[in-house]
């Protein structure tokens, strides 16, 4: 469902989007599943469309946590939803666990549910990653190549959902009469497939093969990060911050502004996104099988 208000379309996106990963090779029973984001939005579309009329709520609660970084802006989100939720309460939203010397981490979010009681930690994330063969194996890297899909996940099931099997951890949970009873973590996000312009929504070219894609009636714009959630349905309600390229001026802005990092871009016919895409530099993948060495 298309909503009227960007901040909608994202935390619908943020619900209604599928897992990031559904390989049985990263299954962990912490994750939630796509059954579960798909029960949430088919029994809370009342909701959702109640928030669309009254969309200064979403913006009075998120304007007291400005950002400009996405996977804060996605957990933020997230928060909202069980804020507004009728089948869960916010007991704490990042919770730091702390020993006398340092920082050893943060519960992103303890809920209670509401019917049954339960308290559950739930971690958050967002990631966006781009599709590298190497070593005969498929590798899915961040596009400023700081992180993959391997060592992302890594980190959710080995570290951040197990904090509070740490003795600081248990310590601060007493101190504030919590006792977790599950742990869930909501992993979202897109991968963008390597050289897929003509077959795949999602995928990501360097720039001299996009340059040499030819033209059409369509139009193009750039995405800011705060833009890589929904896709984008009306360039009006999206309140985007860019103008529409047609492709032969995309190709100067690109050539033009293109650094070291890749650059994400959406493809609109009528105002709609039909594809979106990662413009690389022409040495990105050279760069991301060197980290991988």
């Not at 590298?132 to 590798?139: A, E, L, M, T």
Request: charged share 25%; glycine share 2%; aromatic share 12%.
């Amino acid at each position: 469902m298309i909503y009227n208000h960007k901040l909608i379309n994202d935390l619908a996106w943020c619900i209604a989007s599928p897992c990031l990963i559904n390989d049985s090779d990263y299954r962990d029973p912490h994750l939630l599943a796509d059954d579960w984001f798909q029960q949430q939005i088919s029994n809370n579309q009342a909701l959702l469309l109640e928030q669309d009329k009254a969309p200064h709520l979403i913006q009075a609660y998120l304007s007291k946590m400005p950002t400009f970084k996405l996977g804060i802006y996605f957990e933020n989100l997230v928060a909202y939803w069980f804020s507004i939720h009728p089948e869960y309460e916010i007991l704490h939203q990042n919770l730091v666990i702390s020993s006398e010397t340092r920082t050893i981490g943060e519960f992103d979010l303890i809920l209670r549910e509401t019917t049954t009681q339960k308290v559950i930690h739930l971690e958050v994330a967002v990631k966006f990653f781009l599709e590298i063969s190497f070593s005969d194996r498929i590798h899915w890297l961040g596009p400023n190549l700081i992180d993959s899909l391997d060592t992302k996940f890594d980190k959710l099931i080995n570290k951040q959902i197990k904090l509070s099997s740490k003795k600081e951890a248990l310590a601060t949970l007493k101190n504030n009469n919590i006792e977790i009873d599950e742990h869930w973590i909501i992993l979202k996000g897109r991968l963008f497939k390597k050289n897929g312009f003509n077959d795949n929504q999602y995928s990501w070219i360097n720039i001299d093969s996009f340059i040499e894609i030819g033209e059409d009636n369509s139009k193009w714009v750039i995405l800011p990060k705060t833009y890589w959630l929904s896709e984008i349905n009306n360039l009006h309600y999206n309140f985007l911050p860019t103008e529409q390229y047609d492709k032969k001026s995309l190709n100067s802005v690109l050539i033009e502004s293109l650094k070291s990092s890749p650059i994400c871009i959406a493809k609109t016919i009528n105002d709609i996104e039909i594809k979106r895409l990662f413009i690389t530099p022409n040495d990105w993948e050279e760069r991301a099988i060197n980290s991988l060495t």
